[in-house]
């Protein structure tokens, strides 16, 4: 933890986000010019991102161009950079889709979004009128749901980067690209954030927040006194243990492989901490023991096979409940026995915690704001955007939970 604490001193002293002209209340949109500024560019699985000068086309038609003030690193993004699933490698690409902003311009029909609104873009839209968007069985959108194939618009099937070199396209990413000072989105995955709410913290709503808390709230409906086991310690499963905290269960037991994650655990609300390398039996037995036959609830939030078997077998019989919440690599299959599912264990997966995002996450980042999650928990480092790299690593050495990157201000054409 001591390295931690070193970072975010550091950050204190010299990485102040900037101070920058936001685009104001009145001002008309520029949506005729292609704006120059910085991106982070992937070229290939694995390999250091490139800061370098992007051109980002002008907002199309029910399309809106934001600025990015603050974004930070999911674990979906290290896969997306490593290449793990290999039918998702597109490059050169922007990755990048926890974020915060403010809208810059907005394309031809936008109503609902103008310049200067402070926005989060979500990975996971909602268009609002598909038949998906009507049904409250769900929340993925007939078009706009998040699809980690696509790296282009939908509208045209092109990308607005380009290169500022030679002009070569630069494709997009889980409908947000959020690794540049400027990025077009469909409208669908935009939403507007009371302005008072600090734009710093309400990044995180664009994933690991949504993604845990709605797990918790909306997926699984923790009831209060129950008893949850959380797999996987980073910032998903972290927001998992907030939600299950702040529903009243009275046991939250959490499981990671990396010790270090044992304080934070606590902090956050974690009542046991398991360390599966430290057991000599499966780790759904030592829960089965702690539990009298099992938890009601078990969240997956590791992105590993073997940890989505142990969850789904540390809930009770009867009624136990496995939330998956992991990214996993393709090739892969659930790995249980169909008769399994007869000793009358579930598993459903979670997408963005079954948030409707445009509907719904204003009123998750005034609960935020009242305590649901506490949000500053979870930034555990912050750098300039330019050390991209460096935040990487941070969570590929499990360091981190959150590095908050902010960005600096670009030049206009
Ligand atoms: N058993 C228990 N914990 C594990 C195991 C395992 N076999 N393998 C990894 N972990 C722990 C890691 O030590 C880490 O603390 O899982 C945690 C994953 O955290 P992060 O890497 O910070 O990932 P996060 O951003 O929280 O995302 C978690 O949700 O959205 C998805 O794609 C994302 O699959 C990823 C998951
Ligand atoms: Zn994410
Ligand atoms: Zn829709």
Not at 52 to 61: A, C, F, R, W
Request: net charge neutral; glycine share 10%.
């Amino acid at each position: 933890m001591e390295e931690e604490k070193g970072e975010k001193g550091k950050a204190g002293k010299n990485n102040r986000p900037p101070s920058i002209k936001l685009p104001g209340k009145g001002d008309t949109h520029s949506a005729a010019n292609t704006i120059t500024c910085k991106a982070a560019v992937v070229y290939g699985p694995g390999q250091p991102l490139v800061i370098q000068d992007v051109l980002v086309d002008p907002p199309k038609k029910m399309e809106v161009r934001i600025r990015i003030l603050y974004t930070s690193i999911c674990h979906t993004d290290l896969g997306a950079w490593l290449g793990t699933n290999e039918a998702q490698r597109a490059y050169p690409r922007i990755l990048g889709h926890e974020a915060s902003g403010v809208v810059e311009s907005v394309g031809e029909g936008v109503t609902e979004l103008k310049a200067g609104d402070h926005a989060v873009p979500i990975f996971n839209g909602e268009c609002g009128s598909c038949d998906y968007c009507k049904s409250d069985k769900t929340n993925l959108c007939e078009k706009y749901r998040v699809n980690p194939l696509k790296s282009v618009m939908v509208n045209d099937g092109k990308c607005r980067f380009r290169s500022k070199e030679g002009g070569k396209p630069i494709f997009h990413f889980l409908n947000t690209s959020t690794f540049s000072e400027y990025t077009v989105l469909d409208s669908a995955c935009v939403v507007k954030i009371d302005p008072t709410a600090p734009l710093r913290q309400m990044a995180l709503l664009s994933c690991c927040i949504a993604t845990g808390v709605g797990a918790v709230c909306n997926t699984a409906k923790v009831q209060p006194g129950s008893t949850v086991a959380v797999f996987g310690l980073g910032a998903v499963g972290l927001a998992v243990v907030e939600g299950a905290r702040s529903r009243g269960a009275s046991k939250i037991i959490g499981v990671d492989v990396n010790p270090d994650k044992l304080t934070k655990g606590q902090t956050m609300g974690v009542t046991h901490f398991v360390n599966p390398k430290e057991l000599e039996k499966p780790v759904h037995e030592v829960i089965r023991e702690m539990t009298g036959g099992g938890v009601e609830y078990s969240f997956e939030c590791a992105g590993n096979l073997d940890v989505v078997r142990e969850a789904f077998l540390s809930t009770h019989d009867g009624w136990g409940l496995t939330v998956v919440l992991g990214v996993h690599a393709t090739p892969a299959m659930l790995p249980l026995h169909p008769m399994e599912l007869f000793d009358g264990r579930r598993i459903v997966g979670s997408v963005f915690g079954d948030f409707k995002g445009k509907s719904q996450l204003p009123r998750l980042a005034q609960d935020c704001m009242r305590g649901v999650a506490r949000l500053d928990e979870f930034i555990t480092h912050q750098l300039p955007f330019e050390k991209i790299n460096e935040a990487f690593q941070l969570l590929v050495r499990g360091k981190s939970l959150r590095c908050l990157l902010h960005l600096s201000s670009p030049q206009l054409n």
